[in-house]
């Protein structure tokens, strides 16, 4: 069963650093996801795009939202897809989900993955 496991949640002060991570299981050893993603749902509102990398693991795109302070990657031999969160704000207060896409070509910015987690829980207040 494949499965798609979410990690480094937590509760940070303003201006401070987390790093999220997400390691898949259940896939055939040497399978790499084509596209790897980021989303995030604050209470009451939808399912938020926040970055995407492709299987190449350079090609990789943020939210404008989270530019300059949110970097994603990848490490396609244990794949897996990291977040790394900097400067954070009260209002990246979020569940943050990772998501991932068997198709080639498919890095979509709505929630429509083949595979997703339950996510992590980040909370950013003083």
């Not at 509102?45 to 090609?59: H, L």
């Not at 954070?88 to 979020?94: G, H, Q, R, V």
Request: glycine share 12%; net charge neutral; proline share 3%.
């Amino acid at each position: 069963q494949v499965q798609l496991a979410e990690s480094g949640g937590g509760s940070v002060q303003p201006g401070g650093s987390l790093r999220l991570s997400c390691a898949t299981s259940g896939v055939t050893a040497g399978y790499w996801w084509y596209c790897m993603a980021w989303f995030r749902q604050a209470p009451g509102k939808g399912r938020e795009w926040v970055a995407s990398i492709r299987s190449d693991g350079v090609t990789a795109s943020t939210a404008d939202s989270v530019k300059g302070r949110f970097t994603i990657s990848r490490e396609n031999t244990k794949n897996t897809v990291y977040l790394q969160m900097n400067n954070l704000k009260p209002e990246d207060t979020a569940m943050y989900y990772c998501a991932a896409s068997t198709t080639e070509g498919y890095c979509p910015l709505k929630y429509d993955y083949d595979y997703g987690g339950q996510g992590t829980q980040v909370t950013v207040s003083s």
